[in-house]
């Protein structure tokens, strides 16, 4: 017989399951399109790669585009902290306690939202088939949700890494003006070209001094990775060193909402313009959008 607590625990999974379907066939009912998937990354830590990745979610937001950080710094991720929020589930979660993306992802400021992936993402190698597809068509529907996704991924050159930078749509590099940061950067621009020569790598240079000082690293950089390596970067611009973003960070919140009018909101809100026409209308296929994200990527980890 049936206790009060076993009924209780079915009704719960009745109206979770309910509310799932309801939310599945609100986004069927609509010309299904997928997210376009943009890695955010760097040849080192320390050049502000996650400040830029949050910051530019707003930015993109700001400019009517539905917006998703998926954070994947698997060893320092730190999108949590500089929101100041402290998500309840991560990726871990719908891999292996049958949540569903809705109850995974976390409201963030600016109407953005966030998914902490944990070590999720490296699980994946751990599925068998049948696992991985009932993950894909969960996660999938993030691409119905979704405009822009931003991958933040760890800093450096490791294999998880450059899986991420090869399975995204598109990659931004965020660099500083050091000369250990633009070695490094090169270095990074050096494996992807050597992959694919096709792949659309956009730049940033972060903590620049001055104006002169950023179109200086990009036009260089750009020469010397088209002369050496057949691949043709896009500078997206730069962000000023600013006394405001190290405040807006000891704060625990996104410059962009609390200065909006200094330099560097400034400036970012300029690079989110010249990748304002991330809305993808493509049919979702198993090679578009999220899903043909975590596709490759299962395929790259697994190689």
Known sequence: MMDQAERLRQIINNLKHKQLSNQVTAINDIKKKTAKVI????????????????NLAIALSELGNRVTI?????????????????????????????????EVLTDGPGN???????????????????????????????????????IDTGAGLSDSV????????EVILV???????????????KMVANRDKNKKIKVIVNRAESANEAYDILNKL????????????????FISFDDMVIKAVKMQKP??????????????????????????????SENT?????????VNLLNT
């Open 39 to 54: 890695t955010v990354t760097s040849g080192k830590g320390g050049v502000g790669k996650t400040n830029v990745t949050v």
């Open 70 to 102: 998926l954070d994947a710094d698997f060893g320092l991720a730190n999108i949590d902290v500089l929101l100041g929020i402290m998500p309840k589930y991560n990726l871990l979660n719908v891999l292996h306690d049958d949540k569903n993306i809705f």
């Open 112 to 150: 953005i939202k966030f998914l902490s992936g944990g070590s999720g993402m490296e699980e994946l190698v751990k599925l068998d088939k049948e696992q991985i597809d009932k993950f894909l068509s969960n996660i999938a529907l993030l691409d119905s949700l979704s405009d822009v996704i931003l």
């Open 162 to 169: 450059m899986s991420f930078v090869m399975a995204a749509d």
């Open 175 to 189: 660099t500083t003006p050091e000369p250990t940061s633009i070695t490094d950067a090169y270095a990074l621009i």
């Open 222 to 237: 750009s020469i010397v990775t088209s002369r050496f390596l057949g691949l043709n970067l896009e500078t997206l611009g």
């Open 255 to 284: 410059f962009t909402l609390s200065f909006p009018k200094c330099q560097a909101s400034k400036q970012i809100k300029d690079i989110g313009s010249k990748i304002v026409d991330v809305k993808s209308y493509r049919e979702s």
């Open 289 to 297: 959008g999220f899903k043909g994200f975590v596709n490759k990527l």
